[in-house]
C-alpha cells in the first residue's frame, strides 16, 4: 500500500506541463481573483453604507454575490479536475501492480 501510494503521487506529479495542468492553474488563478474582486467590492460597498450612499452599496453587493457564485463555480469545476486527475493516478497504478 505505501509504494502505491507513492506511485500515485509520482504519476500526478509527474504528468505536470499538459493542457490539463495548464487549465487547472488558470481555475486556480480564476479563483484567486474572484477572490480578490470580492474583497475589494465588500470593502467599497461599507465605505458607501458609511458614507449614507445605500443605493451604491446595494449595487455592489449584488455584484459581489454574483462573483461569490462565479467562484463557487470556479471552485468545484477544480475539485473535478482534480478528482479525476487522482482517479486517472489511480487507475494508472492499479495497472502497473
Not at 24 to 36: C, K, L, P, S, Y
Amino acid at each position: 500500500m505505501h509504494n502505491l501510494f507513492f506511485r500515485l503521487l509520482h504519476q500526478l506529479y509527474t504528468n505536470s506541463g499538459d493542457g490539463d495542468d495548464v487549465m487547472m492553474n488558470e481555475q486556480v488563478n480564476a479563483i484567486h481573483g474572484f477572490g480578490e474582486q470580492i474583497g475589494t467590492k465588500l470593502a467599497r460597498a461599507e465605505e458607501l453604507g458609511a458614507e449614507g450612499n445605500v443605493d451604491e452599496s446595494l449595487k455592489l453587493m449584488e455584484e459581489v454575490e454574483a462573483l461569490k457564485k462565479q467562484k463557487s463555480e470556479a471552485e468545484v469545476c477544480l475539485l473535478h479536475r482534480i478528482y479525476c486527475r487522482l482517479l486517472e493516478a489511480v487507475l494508472a497504478a492499479e495497472d502497473c501492480v
